[in-house]
């Protein structure tokens, strides 16, 4: 069904603006009247204008791009309407209408119109793998095929909720010690480049021996003041240059292993990648996916080569007939308490849900890491920069007590 981009004007006078699916353009008035406005301008959306769209505006694609939140919003809805005994193309048309972001609105009725055609479901989601994943694809197609399509989008969705509260989390954490970090930084350039300078060039013009710490003020003040510019080109090209070597295949093996054998940032994303591999593979498995096939999907979720590789190492193991839990334990990369769960699970016949509880675990340990270390950097921070401007104030009173001692 085409999908139409219109102005209207709605009761008050005012000019709204939107997107609908209808069968011609004529039907796409009707439907706009039917909502109470009446339409100016009409036009069909077609691939060609979508593509001419993005190239006028350099900014609209970022504006209208599709973000995992609204997918978790949309895989809720949706499974709440099918649950309801919606047919899907009946649930995605109400959807399509529902949906306030132009992008969403658009890929969501184009997914509606292959299904029309006949593809299925998961094969018209496929056709958007930046939007959905390999995972996200493969579990909606074992609900298909198992006829449980409700009950995978409700854990696609529980699934997403998770992630994005967790992912919330980390950054409503890391917020306020980012934003002191930025102010403690611009404080500190203010001083060494303007006031430091003004009050040090007194000393100077006084040819007397200044004291050590006043000196080194001064030649750190000075290299501020005068290569600031260079400090920042130098940061530049190095975080450029660590997302190119990132791009490589051994960049990223390398870098991905040296995050996993920081102190507590290591163990930290040791604890995520658990969670999200359990999670992931508890669901995929309870909705009919085999476990190979299950570890192929999810060897890509962890967020880390090192850690992706070792599952894949894992599911060869398995392959030839090893258990899970044996398979994971010859590597240390997987904590052995998640290795005896899923030892326990396996043994008991009760894997899925053992895995349940263990993503679980590691998540409110994560959580609960995060908290912690985020209230220990607050007063960390505070105490640097409190010891940074204790050095200023005494570089710069040094010399002032000695002239007072000469005077006197």
Not at 141 to 160: F, W
């Amino acid at each position: 069904m085409p999908v139409y981009d219109y102005q209207a004007l709605d009761k008050k006078g005012k000019t709204v603006t939107g997107i609908i699916d209808a069968d011609g353009a004529q039907a796409a008035r009707q439907k706009i009247r039917a909502m109470g406005s009446f339409p100016i301008n009409v036009k069909e959306i077609t691939e060609g204008d979508s593509s001419k769209e993005v190239r006028k505006s350099p900014f609209q694609g970022f504006f209208n791009r599709v973000t995992p939140a609204q997918v978790s919003l949309w895989t809720r809805q949706l499974a709440t309407l099918t649950a309801s005994g919606f047919p899907l193309v009946t649930a995605l048309t109400t959807l399509v209408s529902q949906t306030k972001t132009q992008g969403f609105t658009k890929l969501a009725a184009r997914i509606k119109d292959s299904i029309v055609e006949g593809n299925s479901f998961a094969s018209s989601l496929s056709l958007y793998p930046s939007v959905f994943s390999q995972i996200y694809v493969n579990m909606v197609r074992a609900g298909e095929t198992s006829g449980t399509l409700e009950i995978v989008l409700e854990r696609l969705a529980d699934i997403m909720e998770k992630q994005q509260e967790l992912k919330s989390r980390i950054q409503t954490a890391m917020a306020y010690p980012i934003l002191m970090t930025l102010i403690g930084t611009v404080v500190l350039f203010f001083l060494m480049t303007f006031v430091v300078p003004n009050i040090t060039g007194i000393f100077e013009d006084m040819n007397q021996a200044l004291p050590t710490p006043t000196r080194v003020l001064i030649t750190a003040s000075d290299i501020f003041k005068n290569y600031w510019w260079l400090l920042v080109v130098f940061i530049i090209v190095g975080l450029i240059a660590l997302k190119a070597f990132r791009k490589t295949e051994h960049g990223l093996a390398t870098t991905d292993r040296i995050f996993l054998s920081l102190p507590i940032v290591g163990s930290l994303l040791k604890k995520i990648a658990v969670a999200r591999f359990t999670r992931t593979l508890a669901s995929l498995l309870e909705n009919g996916v085999t476990m190979l096939p299950a570890l192929e999907i999810v060897k890509n979720i962890t967020g880390n080569v090192v850690i992706s590789g070792l599952i894949e190492k894992a599911s060869g193991e398995v392959e030839k007939g090893q258990g899970l839990s044996a398979s994971l334990a010859a590597d240390s990369v997987f904590p052995d308490l998640s290795v005896q769960m899923i030892q326990v699970g396996e043994q008991s016949g009760e894997l899925e849900t053992m895995l349940y509880k263990i993503a679980d675990v590691y998540e409110n340990e994560v959580q609960s890491s995060i908290m912690s270390m985020m209230a220990m950097l607050e007063p960390v921070m505070i105490l640097v920069m409190a010891v940074v401007v204790l050095f200023i104030v005494l570089s710069i009173c040094l010399p002032i007590f000695e002239m007072n001692q000469l005077v006197g």
